[in-house]
């Protein structure tokens, strides 16, 4: 599996757009990249995925550079809720399992 | 929508106790993953299941066992329980091939004292 890398801790402006990003410079072509967060102590929640097209649904968007070594998640306009550890995942389309490595925290302040 | 259960939601065990813990799959989901997160830890996968077989494992202790059962439900036993099992643990379930993301349930939170 593809290792990633992100920002131990990010802060962002209540209304403000939130743009957390992640390296995974050694990711294969048949490698999604996946988005997930964890509000604390919750079950973590799946956010969105891609391939290598850039995607956007009702709360994110996810933009894949087109050499797919790097990513950005965007949550548009952040709220005090979407404060929580932020998980970019690389794994193999329908097999394996997700590994969490070390997240970005990321507090929303009003 | 339907969402995966897990039970109990807490639980308090003493050492060298055994434990049961239970989780409930999306209907339809045919994957289930178990992951334990200790205190200010990522979650750690533990093992999964697809279509009632083992499909993958990660660190899971010897101590541990799992398994999927006619129903896709998923129980993971955890015998002779150390202090450091305390954790939540994490159960998600993936539909079938073609929508891969998994969702997680609430957790269960376990305490062995």
């Known amino acids: 599996d593809a290792k990633t890398t992100q920002p131990p801790s990010m802060d962002c402006a209540e209304g403000r757009a939130a743009n957390l990003p992640c390296n995974h410079s050694t990711i294969s072509g048949n490698e999604y990249v996946y988005w997930y967060r964890q509000i604390h102590s919750q079950g973590p929640q799946y956010i969105i995925h891609g391939l290598k097209n850039n995607e956007t649904n009702e709360m994110a968007s996810l933009i894949i550079t087109e050499d797919r070594k790097s990513s950005t998640l965007i949550l548009p306009h952040a709220t005090l809720r979407d404060t929580a550890v932020y998980y970019c995942i690389v794994f193999p389309s329908n097999t394996g399992k997700l590994i969490f490595g070390q997240g970005t925290t990321l507090q929303v302040k009003p | 929508a339907a969402g995966v259960i897990q039970s109990p939601r807490h639980l308090i065990k003493e050492k060298r106790e055994t434990a049961t813990l239970k989780c409930y799959p999306i209907p339809r989901h045919d994957t289930v993953y178990w992951y334990q997160q200790g205190p200010g830890q990522d979650p750690q996968f533990l093992i999964s299941?697809?279509?009632?077989?083992?499909?993958d494992k990660g660190s899971i202790p010897d101590r541990f066992s799992a398994q999927q059962f006619s129903d896709y439900h998923s129980e993971l036993n955890m015998s002779s329980l150390e202090l450091g099992d305390s954790a939540l643990y994490f159960c998600?379930?993936?539909?079938?091939?073609?929508?891969?993301?998994?969702?997680f349930g609430q957790g269960t939170r376990l305490t062995v004292v």
């Open positions: 299941f697809y279509e009632k077989m083992q499909s």
């Open positions: 998600a379930s993936s539909p079938p091939t073609g929508h891969p993301e998994a969702f």
